[in-house]
């Protein structure tokens, strides 16, 4: 086991609904935990029903809610956790916030056409109103550290590998936690 300490991590993969981030951070929390005792998942879904009941669905609750979950991954980043978010996101001043106070971050956006997303809902999100992408906007990131266009082919395994290679191409601090990060937390 390593001694060497870890550098805070916050990996923000955002997308829209059903685009598969879940599955993906799950996989993505196991491989950088061979590296990284202290790696988490925060899920949307999960995060909204710990810290967010209390909020409903329109774009003004779900900035409110976006906040939180903003601020509780730079919080947990800040005491040298690798926090992996998966979130729908849709404000990209939110996104934005996160990689300027996190101490690293690395934002991943899950790029999955609609007939696939809507394919995968097994929970009716989309027939439902009020709809991040659909009844209300998304802010695409602008200059995501990855994007990845995912039309089903790829396993979760596979594009959570992808993830790691870019972050441990980055530079070691984010795979690792250990050397520089480039300048201003930009691949």
């Known amino acids: 086991m390593s001694t ?8 923000w993969i955002t997308g829209l609904s059903c685009s598969g981030k879940t599955t993906v951070a ?5 491989i950088l ?5 202290a790696c ?18 329109g774009l003004d609750d779900r900035r409110r809610c976006a906040w939180r979950y903003a601020r509780l991954a730079t919080a947990l980043a800040r005491q040298d956790v690798c926090v992996v978010v998966a979130t729908v996101s849709p404000f990209e001043d939110v996104r934005r916030w996160v990689r300027a106070t996190a101490p690293d971050y690395f934002e991943v956006f899950l790029r999955v056409p609609r007939a696939l997303r809507l394919a995968r809902d097994r929970r009716g999100i989309y027939r439902r109103p009020e709809v991040i992408g659909e009844d ?10 990855l994007i990845i266009d995912d039309d089903g082919g790829s396993p979760a395994r596979s594009i959570a590998l992808r ?13 690792t936690g250990t050397g520089s990060p480039p300048d201003g937390g930009r691949a």
């Open 33 to 37: 935990r061979r590296e990284r005792a």
């Open 4 to 11: 060497q300490r870890s550098r805070g991590l916050v990996v």
């Open 163 to 175: 993830i790691g290679s870019a972050l441990a191409a980055r530079g070691a601090s984010a795979a």
């Open 40 to 57: 988490l998942v925060l899920d949307g879904d999960e995060l909204r029903s710990a810290i967010a009941d209390d909020l409903g669905y």
């Open 26 to 30: 799950h996989e993505l929390t196991a």
């Open 136 to 145: 209300l906007p998304f802010e695409p990131p602008p200059a995501p550290d």
